[in-house]
């Protein structure tokens, strides 16, 4: 019953997103490349975050805590990032676009 106990609270602790945006962060869209096109390029940024918890994590939850750490990790070089990778293991690279002038 114990191990019952702790695997559903283990699944329901993985679909979880702990992952909170900044006000910095806040201010930066997720676009696709076609949309940046009038955009002045700004670097990039690659983030991770653990996909597994003993069992693996809900996809779309990773995705989605990956794309907040790369707006928080922009906002000081851009205000829009686009991912150029797909998410591999936890971890997904954003190129880094200022396009608010």
């Known amino acids: 019953m114990r191990s019952i106990l702790l695997s559903v609270a283990l699944l329901a602790l993985s679909a979880c997103s702990f992952v909170k945006i900044t006000p910095a962060g806040d201010n930066v869209a997720v676009m696709e490349a076609s949309q940046v096109a009038n955009c002045t390029a700004a670097g990039s940024v ?4 653990v996909n597994k918890v003993v069992v693996n994590r809900d996809p ?4 989605q805590e990956l794309r907040t750490l790369a707006r928080n990790r ?4 851009g205000d829009t990032i686009v991912p150029t990778t797909a998410v591999v293991n936890g971890e997904q690279t954003f190129a880094i676009y200022q396009c608010r002038r």
Do not use: L
């Open 46 to 49: 690659t983030v991770a975050v």
């Open 60 to 63: 779309q939850t990773v995705a």
């Open 74 to 77: 922009a906002a000081d070089r």
